[in-house]
């Protein structure tokens, strides 16, 4: 009898178990290459909000309300988009080396890339909407660009993959950005 309250007991508690999350992580997308850029790129860790900084995939669903959407991010969300920010970049400015202050690489950057991400989410229309604020210096001189940018990027379709997708390109766009005017344009 007792061996048939274990595996009744075992049972309940393998059905209560829960399924793996979801788990999504932008990449790194194509772009423009542009010249004149430094051989070595400082990029800072990339600041986000606290409401950004979390593991779950969220989205708007009004001016100020947000939903998680029950997947999640698999790394967190912050290093992602350094990560990523860094990878971009590399694709737009061949022969430059972009390293984060958080990886193991250290060298004599030519230039340092701060960057903070105010908003970075879908919704509440069909669109992701990053809005960013970055500074471009030389290791201990002025800030040489300082800007506030914003995209907006329809989503393609419905859908987590259509949305991180949405993300990454947008993300890209950021990028673009950046590489103009780490090549002096």
Do not use: H
């Not at 909000?49 to 995939?57: E, G, H």
């Not at 080396?97 to 919704?123: D, K, S």
């Not at 669109?127 to 800007?147: C, D, H, K």
Request: glycine share 10%; charged share 20%.
């Amino acid at each position: 009898m007792i061996d048939r309250r274990m595996l009744l007991a075992g049972l309940v508690l393998a059905g209560c178990a829960s399924a793996e999350p979801e788990l999504y992580r932008m990449v790194a997308v194509p772009g423009a290459a542009r010249s004149g850029a430094p051989g070595l790129i400082e990029l800072r860790r990339v600041g986000v909000p606290a409401y950004l900084d979390r593991s779950q995939i969220i989205r708007a669903v009004a001016d100020s309300r947000l939903v998680t959407l029950g997947a999640r991010w698999g790394e967190p969300f912050s290093d992602m988009l350094t990560r990523v920010l860094a990878e971009d970049l590399m694709l737009r400015l061949p022969g430059t080396t972009v390293f984060t202050e958080t990886g193991a690489l250290r060298g004599e950057a030519g230039l340092i890339l701060e960057t903070e991400i105010q908003r970075f989410e879908a919704g509440p229309g069909p669109a992701v909407t990053l809005l960013a604020q970055l500074a471009l210096r030389p290791p201990g001189g002025a800030t040489r660009a300082a800007r506030v940018l914003r995209f907006e990027t329809p989503l393609a379709e419905p859908g987590l993959p259509a949305l991180v997708q949405t993300m990454s390109a947008t993300l890209g766009q950021l990028a673009d950005a950046v590489a103009a005017l780490a090549a002096g344009r």
